[in-house]
């Protein structure tokens, strides 16, 4: 099935730039451009893309506030962050919102398009080379302390779902966490969901940002 993607993007060469690679690539199609945080809001509800890769600097609206629109518009769109930056403040601002991952503007074609696939599946999307250090850097500014309405959320957790959490958080996928526990992957499967449903979440990017801001893994 093709994944159609939205790029907003307020330069225009990296909007062109980003639609070019990816409808280089066979199993991906770009269905529109937004030059901005509103037009991309309106795209999505006119071309229900599978995917929007986002830009979080730009006019009349930034890419956090779409994200977040986008999200309770509840339109089944996944939102990929673009960023210049690997420590961008404002990233862990957007995942907190509801983006399902970031990706450095200066990742290759093909990183580009393993993202995009990659999200539009329901995976988490956090650059490999510092998905841990930005979680953890912006976790540590946003949770100063852990409110009670997290620690019941916690609470309401088994102890396996506390521990798949946790290496969710740590970055690992549903295969290296059933290698890890000793069980097979659809058991982890089954825990993902089930605590994605206790915990009121949407994804696993949401997930590991909770379990963060919980302090369920020590940030470093």
């Known amino acids: 099935m093709t994944i159609r993607v939205l790029v907003a993007d307020d330069q225009s060469m990296v909007r062109e730039g980003f639609s070019v690679l990816l409808n280089a690539m066979p199993d991906i199609e770009v269905a529109g451009e937004a030059v901005n945080g509103r037009e991309a809001v309106d795209r999505v509800a006119e071309l229900r893309p599978d995917v929007v890769l986002m830009d979080i600097r730009m006019p ?5 506030e779409a994200t977040r629109a986008i999200v309770a518009s509840d339109a ?5 962050v673009l960023t210049t930056f690997d420590l961008d403040e404002y990233v862990y601002e957007a995942l907190r919102a509801g983006a399902s991952g970031f990706l450095l503007k200066d990742a ?3 990183q580009l398009a393993d993202g995009v696939r990659l999200v539009a599946d ?3 999307l956090l650059a490999p080379t510092v998905t841990k250090r930005l979680i953890a850097e912006f976790s540590k500014l946003a949770a100063t302390g852990v409110k009670a309405p997290v620690q019941a959320r916690v609470g309401d957790l088994t102890e396996r779902e ?3 959490l946790v290496l969710v958080a740590q970055g690992l996928s549903n295969g290296e966490i059933a290698e890890h526990l000793v069980v097979a992957e659809s058991t982890v499967k089954t825990h993902v969901s089930r605590v994605l449903v206790k915990l009121g979440l949407r994804d696993r990017t949401q997930a590991a940002v909770f379990a963060y801001e919980a302090r369920l893994v020590t940030p470093g």
């Open 122 to 124: 329901g995976e988490a």
């Open 60 to 64: 009349e609206m930034n890419g956090i």
């Open 76 to 80: 089944g769109t996944k939102v990929l």
């Open 162 to 164: 506390t521990e798949v």
């Open 108 to 110: 290759s074609a093909r």
